[in-house]
């Protein structure tokens, strides 16, 4: 690419968000800030904005627009409001490349908006693809729009996979994807115990500082199960080409298992910025800001088999990958919808699983081929689990 990449970022006041300006502000030579989106959080949204001076800032409403607008006085940035505004940004032909770090289904729309104007599309929001795998990798190939994982487990697998991937595993000698996952808070409390857990032990995660939500997700493992499906998509594979390895330290990001008993794996020291400086600057490499590893440090490195019992969100989503359909839809809004009612104090954390579960069951079958079929499904999801949560305030 010639000069500077322009780059537009999506939910820009998140913990991604925060990241990734971190590594752009090391490479000043390299990337100019175009465009950066916000929801509630406007005053850290106007800090960004005066430091990388970006021609548009998108907020949720016109109301807060206004009041972006009022205190960006002088700073030369257009403040803009809504999903349309969302979408737009994600699409402006002076946009070479976006951040895709908007959290859950609200990140559909101008995520593939971003993939349908054919740009390089860095992908932390992985609900989008969760929700509506079928129909965003339709659109990726139709575009042929570069797409680099940004979750560390699939930045990884992308690491240690040949440069020539092209959507054939077995082609490429690949046995199975191995993800690891932390394990989370939760990894050795007693199961009698999690009925008791708050939002503030589940969003205090060993070993990653991230939003609310997923942090949630990590101590269900929800995180891991929506990463099963998210792997699904981004590298073609069959649910029994994926396996999860509980690895409490979250040095090893994930690893590739070939057919010749060799194992490819990617490791570093958790921290978000590496998968993101290696997707901005791929297939260059640039400084990051992250220590390097020390192994004599670490020591040693462990390895569990998820116990399904203490983490039936996981079996839940191996369940909704293997139904496909509008399964894997419902699974996601029906978790978003029990997680925002646990951190809300109006739900108990074992029966985020059981919200889900009875969602799940609740909706129909159906395909989601379409992107309205894929939206209907997200409603149908998020109208179970809110009636679930009605039933149990009622008894
Ligand atoms: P945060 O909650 O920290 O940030 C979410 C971002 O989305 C914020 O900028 C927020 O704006 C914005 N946002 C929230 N709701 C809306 C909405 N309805 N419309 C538009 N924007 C909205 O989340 P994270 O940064 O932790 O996660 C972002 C995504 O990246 C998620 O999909 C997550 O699964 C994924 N991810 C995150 C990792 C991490 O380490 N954090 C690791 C791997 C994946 P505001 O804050 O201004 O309200
Ligand atoms: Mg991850």
């Known amino acids: 690419m010639t000069g500077r990449q322009r780059l537009a970022i999506l939910g820009a006041t998140g913990s991604i968000g925060l990241s990734t300006l971190d590594v752009v502000a090391r490479h000043p030579e390299r990337f100019e800030v175009v465009a950066l989106t916000g929801h509630r959080r406007l005053d850290i949204l106007a800090a960004q904005c005066r430091r990388h001076r970006p021609r548009y800032a998108v907020v949720g409403d016109s109301a807060d627009a206004k009041r972006l607008g009022e205190a960006l006085a002088g700073v030369g940035t257009e403040v803009l409001a809504g999903v349309a505004a969302l979408e737009g940004v994600a699409a402006l032909p002076e946009v ?176 978000m910025r590496t998968p993101i400086a290696h997707a901005l600057a791929y297939p260059d490499r640039i400084d990051a800001g992250v220590a390097p590893l020390d192994l004599f440090e670490i020591g040693r490195l462990n390895f569990e088999r998820p116990d399904l019992r203490r983490f039936p969100c996981l079996s839940l989503a191996f369940q909704a990958l293997r139904a496909g359909g509008n399964a894997p839809a419902v699974l996601n809004a029906a978790n978003e919808v029990a997680v925002e009612a646990f951190l809300e104090g109006r739900l108990a954390y074992p029966d985020i699983a059981q919200v889900i579960a009875a969602s799940l069951d609740a909706v129909p079958a159906a395909a989601t081929d379409t992107l309205e079929a894929v939206l209907a499904a997200d409603r149908a999801g998020r109208e179970a689990a809110l009636g679930m949560l009605l039933v149990r305030h009622a008894s």
């Open 96 to 271: 070479d490349t976006v951040m895709a770090a908007i959290v859950g289904a609200a990140g559909l729309s101008p995520t593939l908006a971003a993939v349908r104007a054919g740009k390089k599309v860095l992908l932390a929001n992985k609900e989008a693809l969760v929700m509506a795998g079928a129909v965003f990798m339709a659109e990726v190939s139709r575009r042929g729009t570069p797409l680099l994982p940004i979750d560390s487990e699939h930045n990884a697998v992308f690491q240690s996979l040949p440069r020539a991937f092209d959507g054939n595993l077995a082609a490429c000698g690949v046995r199975k994807v191995l993800l690891t996952a932390s394990g989370g808070p939760f990894r050795a409390t007693p199961i009698e115990a999690l009925a008791e857990v708050t939002p503030e032990q589940a969003c205090a995660h060993p070993n990653w500082v991230m939003g609310r939500k997923i942090s949630v997700d990590s101590a269900t493992m929800m995180n891991k199960g929506l990463e099963v499906i998210e792997a699904r998509w981004l590298f073609n594979a069959m649910p029994e080409q994926i396996e999860v390895v509980i690895h409490p330290q979250s040095i090893i990001h994930s690893l590739v298992q070939y057919v010749d008993g060799s194992v490819l794996a990617q490791l570093g020291n958790p921290d």
